[in-house]
C-alpha cells in the first residue's frame, strides 16, 4: 500500500475516520469509476452509433433489465431517441459492457471473481464490481475501518490505473483517485456520494436480481429440453435395438440363401470347366498351326520388302548427296551475294527528307531538344531554355529565378509532358561540405499551367550534374554526373524515383571499371529499358540494361577516324540513333548513325553535313529534329 497518498490533514466538518473513508470510497465510486467506463463504452461503440447499438440488442437488454426507470434511460420515447453515456449510471454501463460491447474474456469471465495476475479488461471491470458490492455491504452503518479502506481503495486505484494504461495512456484517472483520497470532503458532498452510491447499489442489485430471474426461468427450460431429449434417446435406442434385430433376422436368412447359391454355383462351375477344358485342347492345337503357317507368310513377306527398301535406300543417299552439294553451292553464292550486299548498305546513306525549318530567335547554338508535340517543343542552348512553336514563335521562357547554364542535355519530358530540368535557383546559397556556401543545382518539374516545383535539391561535393532523361517506362529520373572542374570525370548516372528520392548509382562494371568520364546527353529504350548515355570524353555511347549491367560500349565503325557522340535519341522502333562528329582529312563532318538494340551500325542517315550540328529528338511520329547553329531542322 505504499503508494497510496496520505489522507487529508484538514476535514471541513466532523465525522468519524471510519465514515469519511466510507463516504471517500462511494465519492470514488459514483465519480472516477462511473467515467473510466462510459469512456470504456466509447472505445467499442461509437458514441453516434450507440443508438443504433442499443436498439440492435433492445430484446436482450430488456430480458435483463425490468427497472422501468432504466429502461426508460437506454430506450426513451419516442423511438430512436438519443442517448449519451454521460446519462448512464455504472449499473447501466457495466450491463451494456457486459452484454452488448464483445469485450474478449481470455481468462476471466463476465461476473466470476478474476485470478491473481490476471490483468485483462474483463478483470479489472470484475474486481471494480466486486470491490463496489465490498463498500455496499457497509451501507447499513454507514462506516469502514481504516485498513480495510486502505486495501479496497488501493485495489480500485490498481485495476483503474491498469485499464487507463491499456486503452488509453497517460495516468489522468489515477491523478484523480489520488485528489479524491486527499480533498476536503463537506458534509453535503459526503451524503450526496452515500445517497448516490446507495441507489446505484440498489439498481445494479436489482439487476443483477432480475438477470438472475431470467437465467433462472432459462436454466429451467433447458432442463425441461434436456429431459424431453433424453426421453427421445431412450425411444430412439429402443427402436434402434428393434431395428437392428430385425436386420440381424434379415443378415441370417440372407446368409443362409447365400451359402445354398454358392454351392450351386461352385457345382456348376466345374461342369463348365471340364467342357471348355476339352475344347480348350482342341482350339489351341489349331490355333498353333494357323499361328505357324501366317508366322512363315509374314517373314517371307518382310524379307522381300526390306531387298526392296534397301535399294530405295541406296538410290535416296545418292539423290540427297548430289541434293545437298547443289544447295550447298547456291547457299555459298547467295551468302556472298548478301556480304557484298551488306558492305555496300553500309556504305550508303540512306537520305532524309527536309520537311520544316524552325528558326528559333536569339538562339545561335543550339544544344538540346525535348519534343512535347509537333507544334510544341522545348529548346536550349548554353544559358537560356525556352518553349517554342512550330513557327518558332516563343510561347513560354524559363523564369529568370532559374539559371539555366547547361550546353548538353539538361532538360527532359515526363510521361505526362511536363518538362523536368536541370538549373540553379538564383540568389539561394547553400553551405555544402565542399566549398562553404554556393548555389546548388536542383531537379525542377514545370507542369503544363507554368507551375514550378523543385523535386530533389542535389548536394553532391565535386560532382555536376550534365544531363537527364524521365523515364516513360516508370517515372524514374536519370541523372548524368561527373567532377564539377576538368577534365570532368568520373562520371555516373544516379537514378532516382518520380519525387527525387534517390535509389542508386550506376558507376561501374562487373570488373570495377568504370563506365563512364563524363556524361553529355542520356535516354532509354522504351523497348527494353537499356539506358544509353553518350559520352564525349570517353568517346562512345555507354549501355547498360534496366538494372545497370553493362551491355556494350559503341565507339563507331572501323573505317571512321575519330568517333565524338553528341545528341542520342531511340525511335519508335527502338534504334539508337546518335548525332557525333568525325575529324576527316582536317576538317569536323557531323554525321547521324542508326544502330540496332545491340548496338550493331544499320546504316548513316543523310549524308555528311558540314554545318555544324550536335543535338537530336525523335518524336512519337519518327520524325527527326536536328538542331544547328540557330535553326530546327525537322526531317522524316
Known sequence: MSDVPGSSSAPSFSL????????????????VCSDLLRLILSRYIDPANLRQELDKNKGKLQNIIKNNEQRQLLYPAPAGSSVKAQDLDLTLLYTILRNVCNIPQPQCKWGKTPQNGDVSLVACIERIRIQRNLISGHRSIGEIEHPEFLNIWQELKDNIGEIEEQLFGGNMYRRRVDELFSCDLSKSEAQEYVEEFQCLRDSLDDVQSQASRYFGKKKAHLDKI????????????????????????????????ATNFIDELRETERHIL????????????????KLRETEERILNQLQARMDGFEQQQTAMTTNLTDGLSKLEK?????????????????????PLVLMSTIEVPGMYDICHISVVTPDRLWVSDRRKL??????????RTLDDEYQYDNEVGGHTLSVEGGLVFLAKVRNSEQSTASDGLRSQYGIHKMTADGSITTLLTLDLPDLTPRCIHSSHINGDLLIGLSKDSFPWTDGRVMRCNGTGRKIGDIELDEEGQRLYESPGYITENKMNGDIVVSDDKKNALVVVDKSGRHRFDYNGQPTENSFHPKGVS?????????????????????LISLLDQEGRFLTRLDKEQKEPFTCLCVD?????????AGTIKVFS
Open 226 to 257: 434436456e429431459e424431453r431429449q433424453a426421453s427421445l434417446t431412450m425411444e430412439i435406442q429402443g427402436f434402434n435395438a428393434r431395428k437392428r434385430a430385425r436386420l440381424d433376422e434379415l443378415e441370417q436368412h440372407q446368409t443362409s440363401v
Open 570 to 590: 531511340i525511335d519508335i522502333l527502338g534504334r539508337i540513333l546518335v548525332s557525333h562528329v568525325e575529324l576527316k582529312r582536317s576538317r569536323l563532318v557531323f
Open 620 to 628: 512519337n511520329q519518327n520524325n527527326i529534329y536536328v538542331g544547328f
Open 274 to 289: 471340364q467342357v471348355l477344358q476339352g475344347r480348350h485342347t482342341g482350339i489351341e492345337n489349331h490355333t498353333t498351326d
Open 16 to 31: 468519524t475516520k471510519a465514515a469519511e473513508n466510507y463516504c471517500r470510497l462511494c465519492q470514488l465510486i459514483v465519480t
Open 330 to 350: 547456291r547457299l555459298e553464292d547467295k551468302f556472298a551475294v548478301m556480304i557484298e550486299h551488306k558492305k555496300d548498305t553500309k556504305s550508303r546513306c540512306f
Open 386 to 395: 525556352q518553349q517554342v512553336d512550330a513557327t518558332g514563335h516563343v510561347i
